[in-house]
């Protein structure tokens, strides 16, 4: 990754990833970066680190602009290895007066690298640091991604270095959201929040009013993953109230995974019945999407059916693997339902609803299930559950 300056003495000195495909399960299919700040002034200060591996890539544009001993501060707004895995490098490199954490960083930090002598100094929301012409202020956001995480906001500049917040999985040698093409940007800002943020998104609810009532006035968000925020700060901004909010489009997902095709012939009745309405429906094969990306659509989805055949008193291996990786997300606000073909026991149905309840998902269906391959009668069920769904969400956006 080029150095680049993105203000007066503030240099992008991260990393680029274009190999990476896969982020703890979450397939990253455009690579990624990790980003980190350098701020030239009296006390010369990097905002985080870079995965291990790329250390040289940090090491050399760093080198560019001074001699990495002289960093006399640094920041670690996020413990998680991305931003992390070089720390213990560059401490014994620059030997920092500060190591600027927040109390749950300082903890998390301790748990990782077991370094009691590094020279921690525990910032709380609110605190400021003087780095000699500018002033970095900070604030905690729990959860975002981690207990320790926070966001550090450099007054002077406006320039609001927000860490995985706002951030995508995206790696392009372009620096800007206006130099690429934003519903691409969107499309990968919404992937990322759906694999990382939802289950936290009443804390992003709350940092989101938090940041609202500090009334900043930030030219810059610079994330330290994707690209940096100048134009479109609104945009992702208002992205972030509606997903933190569980605001839908009047979507429908039919995600199923079949045996012998009678799930499939069951799901493609769903969506018959579905289309008689006036909303969006998309049918998800689970062999033919990655459960990052069917998450992905998701979170802005009104409604989501399941599918899957009964195998071996469960469900077959792609929808087990989906459900229970979306049920660790915790979506909310969604209709659903399932259904499914079985041999003998049929136990599919009764484990997806199982799993939906226990998210408070409006059931509404109690749920069809058909032995071997379905009946005409048993797809005209199929159709009627996907026609009264249908109708549902097709009412609640009628103006
Ligand atoms: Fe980019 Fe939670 O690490």
Redesign the pocket.
């Known amino acids: 990754m080029a150095v680049q300056e993105i203000a007066k003495g503030i240099y992008s000195v991260g990393a680029r990833d274009w190999d990476i495909r896969d982020m703890h399960g979450y397939s990253t299919n455009r690579g990624t970066t990790y980003n980190a700040y350098l701020i030239i002034d009296k006390k010369i200060t990097l905002l985080d680190t870079v995965k291990h591996y790329c250390m040289d890539q940090l090491l050399e544009n760093i080198r560019q602009i001074i001699d990495p001993a002289k960093i006399d501060y640094i920041v670690a707004n996020?413990v998680?290895m991305?931003?992390s895995g070089g720390l213990t490098q560059m401490m014994e490199l620059c030997k920092p007066e500060k190591l600027i954490c927040s109390p749950m960083g300082k903890k998390a930090l301790l748990d990782h690298f077991h370094h009691e002598e590094w020279p921690y100094e525990v910032v709380k929301s609110g605190n400021q640091i003087s780095l000699g012409k500018r002033t970095l202020q900070f604030l905690e956001t729990r959860m975002l991604?981690?207990p320790d995480?926070m966001f550090s906001y450099l007054k002077e500049e406006g320039i609001l270095f927000s860490?995985?917040a706002f951030?995508e999985h995206l790696c392009t040698s372009e620096l800007y959201d206006d130099e690429i093409d934003l519903s691409l940007l969107m499309q990968e800002c919404g992937k990322y929040y759906a694999n990382?943020l939802y289950p936290y998104s009443g804390l992003v609810k709350k940092v989101m009013e938090t940041v609202d009532e500090m009334n900043l006035d930030i030219k810059m968000i610079a994330p330290?993953?994707g690209v940096i925020w100048r134009k479109h700060i609104d945009t992702i901004f208002e992205a972030y109230r509606q997903w933190s909010s569980g605001t839908a489009s009047k979507k429908v997902l039919v995600i199923y995974e079949t045996m012998w095709d009678s799930t499939r012939k069951m799901a493609f009745a769903v969506e018959k019945g579905l289309l008689e309405n006036d909303v969006s429906v998309k049918m998800i094969n689970l062999k033919t999407m990655h459960y990052s990306d069917v998450i992905a659509e998701v979170l802005d989805a009104r409604a989501i059916l399941l599918g899957s055949s009964t195998l071996n008193n469960g469900m077959l291996p792609a929808m087990n693997n989906f459900i229970y990786y979306m049920k660790g997300l915790k979506p909310f606000n969604k209709l659903a339902a399932s259904f499914g073909s079985f041999g003998w026991s049929g136990e599919a149905v009764g484990l997806m609803n199982g799993i939906l309840e226990g998210l408070k998902l409006e059931l509404v269906d109690s749920g069809i299930k058909h032995k071997y391959v379905p009946t005409e009668e048993a797809l005209e069920a199929c159709t009627e559950m996907g026609r009264r769904v249908g109708a549902k969400v097709a009412g609640e956006f009628t103006v």
């Open positions: 996020h998680e991305d931003h991604h981690w995480s860490n995985d951030a990382i330290d993953h």
